[in-house]
């Protein structure tokens, strides 16, 4: 994976000047060097404005409920989990990347179905056996 361009796929690339990547400091345990040294890496792709999207994929990207997704259509990446500056980017960047790949796939409509009549008759079937298992449980007898 270049620096310059982040590969989606064979048709897709998005520049490196469309990224805005800031190093800001760990949370959680390390040490002393969770203080000291800033590897964490917050990494920002504006999907609402970005030219190298077409209008498709951006209405489906932006369509998704992610928490990640600001209301300016900011999607913004948070990636910490390795000790190094440089493996945390190109953590950010894969994220980024198989966010944006989700985004390219048209997704099958659905096509609504309606039970058959003979599955309805054997869900009513099973229902009443299941109420005969029941009542044979309780025993007749009044406690007066």
């Known amino acids: 994976m270049g620096s310059d361009v982040l590969e989606i796929s064979a048709k897709l690339s998005i520049p490196a000047d469309e990224l805005v990547e800031r190093f800001v400091r760990a949370s959680g345990a390390g040490g002393q060097n969770v203080n000291k040294v800033s590897t964490a890496v917050e990494l920002r792709f504006d ?3 970005s030219p190298s999207l077409s209008e498709p ?5 932006l369509a ?3 928490r990640r ?3 300016d259509g900011v999607l913004v990446i948070d990636a910490q989990r390795f000790r190094t ?5 190109q953590d950010a960047r894969e994220r980024l990347a198989d966010f944006i790949a989700s985004g390219l796939s048209v997704p ?3 096509i609504a179905t309606k039970p058959s009549r003979a599955a309805k008759a054997r869900r009513v079937d099973a229902k009443k056996q299941r109420g005969q298992i029941k009542s044979g449980r309780s025993s007749r007898k009044d406690w007066d």
Not at 57 to 61: F, G
């Open 47 to 49: 999907l609402a404005h």
């Open 57 to 61: 994929v951006r209405a489906r990207l």
């Open 64 to 66: 998704k409920r992610d």
């Open 69 to 71: 997704i600001t209301d």
């Open 85 to 89: 500056q440089d493996r945390n980017r």
């Open 108 to 110: 099958k409509r659905r």
